[in-house]
């Protein structure tokens, strides 16, 4: 599956943005997906993943309660709205699939196809 990212900017710390990957294809809805981040100098880490029916979610502790993992499968499309933004938040943004009806840890590993990454910068 082929992914696109887009939705990056700059904001404001305390402020908004939604971001959204969309995929090629007509199983989109068999691919459980995932957002991961890489900050300046960091490696890159896991911030919410979705399973193919939508109906379970899993965050990261660093953005539980202020991060929403969403989906539709009509669209083939998987979103990531962000609030409360923090400076720590900056980083490039990656959507990515497993393997058709996967699901388990998050681990990069477990994702076989990766967007381009889309940068989202909070400034303070």
């Known amino acids: 599956v082929q992914l696109q990212a887009c939705g990056g900017g700059l904001v404001q710390a305390g402020g908004s943005l939604r971001l959204s990957c969309a995929a090629s294809g007509r199983t989109f809805g068999t691919y459980s997906m995932g957002w991961f981040r890489q900050g300046p100098g960091k490696e890159r880490e896991f911030v919410a993943a979705i399973k ?6 899993l965050y990261s502790d660093s953005v539980k309660g202020r991060f929403t993992i969403s989906r539709d499968n009509a669209k083939n499309t998987v979103y990531l709205e962000m609030n409360s933004l923090k400076p720590e938040d900056t980083a490039v943004y990656y959507c990515a ?3 058709p009806f996967s699901w388990g840890p998050p681990q990069t590993t477990a994702f076989g196809s990766w967007g381009q990454g889309t940068l989202v910068t909070v400034s303070s």
Do not use: D, F
């Open 52 to 57: 193919w029916s939508g109906g379970v979610t």
């Open 97 to 99: 699939a497993r393997e």
